[in-house]
């Protein structure tokens, strides 16, 4: 299950109607970047790196090893589950191979950004792009270096931070206090040692048993470090091939994948954003919507582009959509669609390669007659509006994907299958 947008489609949602029928739930990448609200009842759970099914009872979960993990987020988000009597121990398992997120990737992620000024990326400021440098350039420290003795431990955190703090007067990153980041690197080692696990061995036992598996993505098709709006992207995969890399699930076991995006469009951060429309923004934020869950930024909102999605379902092999936010559609007259970009005189069907040329696309439109009234208390296809189902259905048809789920709240009674 993954997102065909630029990330916060609703996937939190999606996945805690999907876990429902899982055995498991793997997160494959991304770290505390990403934020899934989950809202059961009265209760409204925001996690971050912790897969959404811990909510289910009778699921486990593991975050796997294309992960980055910031040991005293990840120890938070666990006090967090208990002290509201959620239980994570033998349901919980964090692999050896995810990397760690460590102070010195969040002060260089915040200088990045600043040096960048106008051309900044909008990041989430938790240390993710200079974490999975870190891997690439292979000299980062991975969770299962946490069950290393105190001492071995405290030396090769030692070492990377004497390395970062050299290089921080000349690069203008900020320096990092050794003693107070190993006192909590410690403490955190102390909780996640008994969640270390071997990811992979883990995964293809699942498969091999016959497991019900469900592979959590974070952020979005468009957040992508291959395939998203590069440079205004995150660093891992979030794409269905990531979805493989990120926890040694074989592609050849992967039956279904499910395309979550909303019904209309949003990201956060900087870049290219075609069918972005401030009126729309006003509008849903006036709403109380399309605020970060992370962040608490107020997300940048604009209309279906149809040239994205589609991108999105073939890029991932998507088997069906699961369309949320409908409901935020609910009052207006006119609901425009974008169907092409307009580029140099030409009408595209494909995103451009360069970010530049995305930047000065217009969109093409089709206009379709919104249906005025509340969807939030359907709970069937078919008592949805006639002109919604109008609407969903010739998206369906526009991006080529069936439509397979829907929601039209944050409840979860209010995500329904389709037909
Ligand atoms: P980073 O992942 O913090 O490095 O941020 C890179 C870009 O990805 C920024 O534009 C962020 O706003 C965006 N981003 C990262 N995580 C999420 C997410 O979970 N939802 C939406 N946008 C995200």
Redesign the pocket.
């Known amino acids: 299950m993954l997102g065909l947008q630029?990330?916060?489609e609703g996937k939190g949602k999606i996945l805690d109607v999907m876990a429902g029928e899982a055995d498991w739930v793997f997160r494959a990448q991304?770290g505390n970047?990403?934020?899934h609200t989950v809202e059961i009842g009265r209760e409204k759970y925001v996690l971050h790196l912790v897969p959404s099914g811990i909510l289910r009872s009778g699921v486990s979960c593991l975050i796997a090893g294309g992960t980055v993990v910031d040991p005293a987020g990840l120890v938070s988000e666990i006090q967090g589950l208990h002290e509201r009597g959620i239980r994570t121990k033998g349901r919980l398992y964090l692999s050896s191979q995810a990397h760690l997120v460590l102070p010195q990737h969040r002060a260089i992620?915040r200088s990045s950004e600043k040096k960048r000024g106008k051309e900044r990326?909008?990041?989430?400021?938790?240390g993710?792009?200079p974490a999975y440098a870190d891997k690439a350039a292979r000299v980062g420290l991975r969770a299962g270096e946490l069950a290393l003795s105190p001492a071995e431990l405290s030396r090769r955190i030692r070492e990377r931070l004497r390395i970062h703090n050299q290089a921080a007067r000349p690069q203008g990153w900020e320096a990092v206090a050794p003693t107070a980041t190993l006192r909590q690197i410690e403490q955190a080692a102390k909780v996640l040692r008994p969640y270390l696990c071997d990811g992979v061995a883990l995964a293809h036992h699942a498969v091999e048993t016959g497991k019900k598996i469900l592979i959590e993505g974070?952020?979005?098709t468009f957040?992508d470090v291959d395939h998203g709006t590069y440079p205004?992207?995150?660093?891992s995969h979030c794409t269905a091939g990531g979805a493989c890399t990120g926890t040694g699930v074989p592609p050849t076991a992967v039956r279904r994948v499910v395309g979550v995006l909303k019904a209309y469009t949003t990201?956060?951060?900087?870049?290219p954003f075609v069918t972005e429309d401030g009126t729309l923004g006003h509008l849903l934020h006036g709403m109380g919507r399309e605020f970060?869950s992370?962040?608490g930024r107020a997300r940048r909102c604009g209309w279906f582009d149809a040239v994205l999605v589609r991108r999105a379902v073939r890029l991932n092999g998507v088997t069906e959509l699961a369309m949320t936010n409908l409901d935020g559609l609910d009052g207006l007259e006119k609901i425009p669609v974008c169907t092409g970009y307009r580029l140099k005189g030409k009408v595209l069907r494909e995103p451009p390669v360069e970010v530049s040329d995305w930047e000065r696309c217009r969109p093409v439109y089709r206009v379709f007659p919104g249906w005025c009234e509340p969807t939030t208390e359907a709970r069937r296809w078919r008592d949805l509006p006639p002109k919604a189902r109008a609407y969903l259905a010739a998206l369906s048809k526009m991006v080529g994907a069936p439509l397979g789920i829907l929601s039209v709240g944050a409840g979860r009674e209010q995500t329904f299958r389709h037909g």
């Open positions: 630029w990330g916060d991304g970047n990403a934020g992620d990326i909008g990041t989430t400021g938790r993710i792009g974070a952020q979005g957040l205004y992207v995150t660093s990201r956060v951060g900087s870049g970060g992370t962040t």
